[in-house]
């Protein structure tokens, strides 16, 4: 009798302590101590890219296949981790999708022109900069638009949900009527049908449309900071460290600068490479 009820204690004392490991998240410092070796275990890295934006990420609707600077990226850090870098899956995000996914666990990182900011800092971990861009104005050749100072109250400013270039046109702007769309195509059209008198977000991304379309053009200097950082989960310390090393050892071997020379048209200065 004495041994059963000693059995019950311990079965009792017990309990709490197997709740807390079931109800412990991913993402924990746990969790994160053992993400690098899971990707790894599974063979191939799910990654998070845009299939909207031009130069970065760009889904073609003939072939199926997305092309960009950060596909490449991506491509980059698969063969780090497996010597392949088709062992890569690649899932459309937009900017306001891309954290909800990588939060859920759906994808492993986002690589998908995300500036790294403070309060994006809240909720997901950042590696180093991978990529300077600025925030800057994309109009239809002979606009009266021509810089940040041109945009009066009521002037119609096309950009995108979820993205820090939508925040920082209504501090610098107060007055100016801004209208959002879910990704780079939408905002882009909504332009180019008459919607919008001018679309912001980084000048890279515009560049990429006026590429697309010659009758618009980038004015104007950039009035912004833009650095892009891989996101991983919260407290993937392991992870980021090692996507950290990967960037590093990318641009001291020549394979940032191809990739940049490919999409960009001409090499990075140094800046970009610190």
């Keep these: 009798m004495l041994s059963y009820k000693r059995w019950l204690v311990g079965i009792v004392f017990l309990l709490p302590l197997l709740a807390l490991t ?12 053992n993400e690098l ?8 890295l799910i990654v998070g890219v845009k299939y909207d934006t031009n130069l970065f990420g760009l889904k073609d609707p003939a072939t199926g296949e997305v092309k960009g600077f950060d596909v490449d990226i991506a491509k980059a850090l698969a063969k ?25 666990g759906d994808i492993d990182c986002i ?14 971990l950042f590696t180093d900069s991978y990529f300077d861009a600025g925030q ?15 945009i009066k109250p009521g002037v119609r400013v096309v950009t995108v949900k979820g993205s820090t270039p939508a925040k920082r046109i209504r501090e610098k702007v107060p007055g100016a009527t801004v209208l959002e769309f879910d990704n780079y195509q939408d905002a882009f059209m909504a332009l180019k049908t ?20 010659p009758n618009y053009v980038v004015v104007g200097k950039n009035f912004s900071d833009e650095p892009y950082g891989i996101a991983v989960r919260k407290g993937e310390v392991e ?36």
């Design 136 to 150: 800057s104005l994309l109009v239809k050749k002979g606009s009266p638009i021509k810089s940040l100072a041109d």
């Design 239 to 274: 992870f980021a460290n090692y996507i950290n090393d990967f960037l590093k050892e990318i641009k001291s071997d020549g394979t940032y600068d191809a990739i940049y020379e490919k999409w960009l048209g001409a090499k990075p200065d140094s800046a970009a490479k610190e």
């Design 194 to 213: 008459g919607k919008g008198d001018v679309l912001t977000t980084d000048n890279v991304i515009l560049l990429g449309m006026s590429k697309q379309d």
């Design 111 to 124: 690589i998908a022109t995300m500036t790294i900011t403070p309060e994006r800092g809240k909720q997901v």
């Design 37 to 44: 070796e899971m990707v790894k275990a599974r063979g191939k």
């Design 80 to 104: 780090k981790l497996f010597g392949d870098e088709n062992k890569v899956e690649l899932k459309s995000v937009v900017s306001k999708t891309r954290i909800p996914l990588l939060q859920q």
């Design 22 to 33: 079931g109800c412990q998240k991913k993402g924990s410092s746990t969790d994160a101590q």
